[in-house]
C-alpha cells in the first residue's frame, strides 16, 4: 500500500514557476513508477509525466515538454514536478500517482493517488 500527499500548488502569473512535491508512505516506495496527470475544471485527466522507479527515464506529454520536469527522490519517498514558463493552459488540479507499469501514460494503470494539489496560472 502506498499513499501519497501532493504539496506545492498555487497561484502563480504566466511565465512564473512552481515545483510540485509528492510525498509517498511505504516502504515500497522505490518499486513503483511514478506519474502526475492533471485535471481541470470541465475536462478529463491527463496525463503531464513520468518516471521510473530508479529515475533513469522519464516521459512527458508534448504540451509540457521542455517546460515541465519530474524527478525522484527514493530516500525521501518524494517525487516532483518542476514547472516553468507556466501558461494559463497549465491550471488545473494536478495529482502524483503510483504504478507498476514504467512510463504509462494512462491513468488506469496507476494503482495509487494523491488528493491533488490546485495550480492556478493568471494571464
Known amino acids: 500500500q502506498v499513499q501519497l500527499v501532493e504539496s506545492g500548488g498555487g497561484l502563480v502569473q504566466a511565465g512564473g514557476s512552481l515545483r510540485l512535491s509528492c510525498a509517498a508512505s511505504?516502504?515500497?516506495?522505490?518499486?513503483?513508477?511514478m506519474g502526475w496527470f492533471r485535471q481541470a475544471p470541465g475536462k478529463e485527466r491527463e496525463f503531464v509525466a513520468a518516471i521510473r522507479w530508479s529515475g533513469g527515464r522519464t516521459y512527458y506529454a508534448d504540451s509540457v515538454k521542455g517546460r515541465f520536469t519530474i524527478s525522484r527522490d527514493n530516500a525521501k519517498n518524494t517525487v516532483y514536478l518542476q514547472m516553468t514558463s507556466l501558461k494559463p493552459e497549465d491550471t488545473a488540479v494536478y495529482y502524483c500517482?503510483?504504478?507498476?507499469?514504467?512510463?504509462?501514460?494512462?491513468?488506469?494503470?496507476?494503482?495509487?493517488w494523491g488528493q491533488g494539489t490546485q495550480v492556478t496560472v493568471s494571464s
Open positions: 511505504g516502504r515500497t516506495f522505490s518499486s513503483y513508477a
Open positions: 500517482a503510483a504504478s507498476f507499469i514504467p512510463g504509462s501514460r494512462r491513468s488506469n494503470d496507476y494503482e495509487y
